[in-house]
């Protein structure tokens, strides 16, 4: 099975505008890759119930279904329940291994997701080889009673820059951070309020036009693209970047992360959008700034010319 990726929508029930759970993932599932179910009023036998109504929506729909904190949910005997989502200090966060053993000895495995908060967190999480990664609250969120601290697109962007692991970002997305994430680097994107609404049409729509809002961010940008957003590298140099992105050299000479890795097939460059936010920051480019602006400051002139050298 793929790795969560775009959408992953979260139906948190109860709904606040009363809707059920078939409803609202036969809504959601107008765009999601992933549906997760988060019912923290629920006892494991009502969110059951719960799935044995979701489970044949997903499953039609070809689209996996995970279920939050609740392992003898998970378990339960309905076909296309794929996985269970773990925050920090529920039980078998810090032991996955002992949690898919279970899952294996009842015949049902699964596949586990694990929430951080930081990058302490991250790390730990990462050591368990969990399915995935959740990190954030990457903004304010309604959705906990007592969220963790704003790690920010910033503290996201690090987060994907450490690990090979999908990150998934979380916390507080609207449809314009949701984007942001995807952007700098997020496999995925976890929400529960930018789909809420009052209806189950209004509520595909949502989902219909962030997914494709979500794939627009996460695809590969063109050299003409790439060299309009970094003209002080030539098409030349960026060229031979893509070709030679795997030559540790490079990285640590330009001081680029191990995720940077645009692509070179068939004599055509192309870069994700995170590898161009990795080249502007070893460029030293701020966002808030112009390029004129970024001459005249001149932090670290040197590496054009070091681009130059080091690839010819």
């Known amino acids: 099975m793929p790795p969560v990726q775009g959408l992953y929508a979260i139906v948190d029930l109860p709904h606040p505008h009363g809707l059920d759970a078939a409803t609202v993932t036969r809504a959601v599932l107008a765009g999601a890759s992933a549906v997760q179910l988060r019912a923290k009023s629920a006892s494991t036998a009502e969110r059951i119930a719960m799935l044995a109504t979701m489970a044949p929506l997903c499953r039609a729909a070809g689209v996996p279904l995970w279920v939050n904190d609740d392992l003898a949910a998970a378990l339960a005997p309905i076909e296309g329940i794929v996985g269970l989502h773990l925050g920090q200090g529920d039980p078998g966060a810090d032991d996955i291994a002992s949690?898919?053993?279970?899952?294996?000895?009842?015949?049902?495995p699964l596949r586990i997701g694990l929430s951080t908060h930081d990058l302490d967190q991250l790390r730990a999480a990462v050591r368990q080889h969990p399915?995935?990664?959740?990190?954030?609250?990457?903004?304010?969120?309604?959705?906990?009673?007592?969220?963790d601290p704003v790690v920010g697109l910033a503290g996201l962007c690090d987060a994907t820059r450490i690990t090979a692991t999908p990150v998934v970002a979380i916390g507080g997305l609207d449809d314009t951070l949701a984007v942001q994430a995807i952007e700098v680097g997020a496999a995925a994107v976890a929400v529960i309020g930018a789909l809420v609404d009052r209806s189950e049409a209004a509520i595909a729509e949502r989902a219909r036009t962030l997914a494709e809002r979500l794939r627009s961010a996460a695809r590969p940008l063109g050299l003409d693209e790439v060299h309009a957003r970094v003209p002080v590298l030539s098409r030349a140099a960026l060229e031979q970047l893509a070709q030679w992105s795997d030559d540790l050299a490079i990285h640590v000479a330009m001081r680029l992360p191990a995720r940077f890795q645009p692509t070179w097939r068939d004599g055509v460059a192309s870069y994700r959008p995170s590898d161009v936010i990795d080249l502007l920051e070893a460029l030293g480019k701020r966002a808030d700034e112009s390029w004129d602006a970024w001459h005249e400051r001149g932090d670290r002139p040197e590496l054009a010319e070091l681009v130059r050298l080091r690839l010819r």
Do not use: L, N, W
């Open 131 to 147: 399915d995935y990664v959740a990190f954030g609250p990457v903004a304010a969120t309604r959705s906990k009673a007592d969220p």
């Open 99 to 108: 949690v898919r053993a279970q899952a294996e000895a009842a015949g049902r």
